[in-house]
């Protein structure tokens, strides 16, 4: 009941277009970019929303709960196509209301006295004056999956306070592969806005961690630049490993004409050594007795 089969977006899917802030066509001018597609779904029902609150003993945000009650989760994608091939590059995601799950803190393993997340918290990252409080795995925090983000970390809605868990106290952090908290943003409206102006782009959440985007990440920003990216990110020291890549040049089509190449004179075998000589001419021009003219 969640999803249908994904169609192509067009203008005759207003409500889409204005649920994607219109970067469908952006993506869609862009080149190289083919099949941006979007799976339609169902609002969630209020008692759905109810039923999470209850369960979850959490009251969730006044934006959030709108968006559900306007699509019960969202995922957009679109890809490239290079030579022949078409390569799945950008990917948008928020949960349904039935797979914001609690973050697991039971162990890891299936083993006896195994670690829990909670053990494996770094008590040393402390907030800072510019980064508030980070998320614990414990009881003093609640956290929800928005996005798993494909596999190179989470979005996570956090309760800072614990259970019972206020709308108020909500923030959206990222969980990176390595278990260290990054903050986005204090709402989640503006969380959303971050993903649809960054297109969706390969580990984008990494710009906003010390470390940053691979350097393959940093191929696809500098071909496909985000709408809000900050460019600094993208310049001196980077400038040493990343190839400034031509999107008109890299989707052009193969198919050239050949042009036969001119035969010239062959070079003796020692010719490469010591200063060039003047140029010879062939024995046919030679005898017309005028020098050739190159």
Same mark, same amino acid.
């Given at each position: ?26 993506? #869609?001018?862009?080149? *190289? ?6 799976? #339609? !779904? ?22 959030? !709960?709108?968006? =559900?009650?306007?699509?019960? *989760? ?13 390569i799945p590059l950008g990917s948008m995601a928020i949960n ?37 409080? !980070? ?9 929800? #999956? ?24 909500? #923030? ?7 278990? =260290? ?88 075998? *020692? ?5 060039? *000589? ?17």
């Amino acid at each position: 009941m969640e999803e249908t089969p994904p169609p192509l977006l067009g203008s005759n899917k207003p409500h889409l277009e204005k649920l994607t802030l219109g970067v469908t066509r952006i993506l #869609e001018s862009s080149p *190289g970019v083919t099949e941006v597609t979007i799976i #339609e !779904k169902a609002p969630a029902e209020r008692h759905m929303i109810s039923s999470w609150e209850q369960k979850n003993n959490c009251v969730l945000p006044e934006d959030l !709960k709108n968006f =559900y009650l306007m699509t019960n *989760g969202f995922h957009m994608t679109w890809n490239v196509k290079l030579d022949e091939h078409t390569i799945p590059l950008g990917s948008m995601a928020i949960n349904s209301i039935s797979k914001l799950t609690q973050l697991n803190q039971s162990s890891l393993y299936s083993l006896p006295n195994a670690p829990t997340l909670a053990d494996l918290e770094d008590d040393t990252q402390e907030a800072s004056e510019n980064q508030p409080e !980070k998320p614990h795995f414990d009881s003093r925090s609640v956290i929800f #999956e928005l996005d798993p983000c494909n596999g190179n970390g989470k979005v996570c809605l956090v309760y800072k306070r614990g259970k019972p868990a206020l709308a108020q106290d909500t #923030e959206i952090w990222f969980l990176d592969r390595a278990l =260290y908290w990054h903050f986005l943003t204090d709402t989640f409206t503006a969380y959303y806005r971050l993903l649809i102006t960054h297109l969706g782009l390969p580990q984008w959440q990494y710009a906003f961690t010390s470390y940053g985007i691979s350097p393959q990440a940093k191929q696809w920003f500098n071909m496909y630049k985000p709408i809000t990216y900050n460019t600094n990110l993208l310049t001196e020291e980077t400038d040493s490993f990343v190839n400034k890549l031509d999107p008109s040049k890299v989707f052009k089509s193969k198919n050239k004409t050949l042009i036969p190449k001119k035969k010239g004179s062959v070079q003796p075998a *020692g010719g490469q050594k010591g200063p060039a *000589g003047p140029p010879s001419t062939s024995r046919s021009s030679s005898g017309s007795g005028n020098p050739v003219r190159k």
